[in-house]
Nanobody, 118 residues
Framework: QVQLVESGGGLVQAGGSLRLSCAAS????????LGWFRRAPGQEREFVAS????????YNSGSVKGRFTISRDNAKNTVYLQMNSLNTEDTAVYYC???????????WGQGTQVTVSS
């Protein structure tokens, strides 16, 4: 089992950048696929990005491609989401998630708020 704690959210102006972190506790961090999701006000949760266990491959949603970068540091048990060129549509609560079996997301953090002002 793994526990996930996000940090790094906040208020930023449009065009700015933020880096989110998600620290994991528990065993075998490197055995988990990791992802970032977000939920905007009044909308359903949506996929943002994911990264494979060894960090060799990443996947991004079309809405963030070219602006957001997911990375991980297995030595620090941490996954990151670098967000550049933020716009107001990126305002949401951002969640990190972990998947041990390669098919769904079993573990979730509590979320961190990102607000982009115009």
């Amino acid at each position: 089992q793994v526990q996930l704690v996000e940090s790094g959210g906040g208020l930023v102006q449009a065009g700015g950048s933020l880096r989110l972190s998600c620290a994991a506790s528990g065993r075998s961090f490197s055995s988990y696929r990791l992802g970032w999701f977000r939920r905007a006000p009044g909308q359903e949760r949506e996929f943002v990005a994911s990264i494979t266990r060894n960090g060799g491959r990443t996947y991004n949603s079309g809405s963030v491609k070219g602006r957001f970068t997911i990375s991980r540091d297995n030595a620090k048990n941490t996954v990151y989401l670098q967000m550049n060129s933020l716009n107001t549509e990126d305002t949401a609560v951002y969640y990190c998630a972990a998947d041990q079996f390669g098919s769904s997301w079993q573990y979730w953090g509590q979320g961190t708020q990102v607000t982009v002002s115009s």
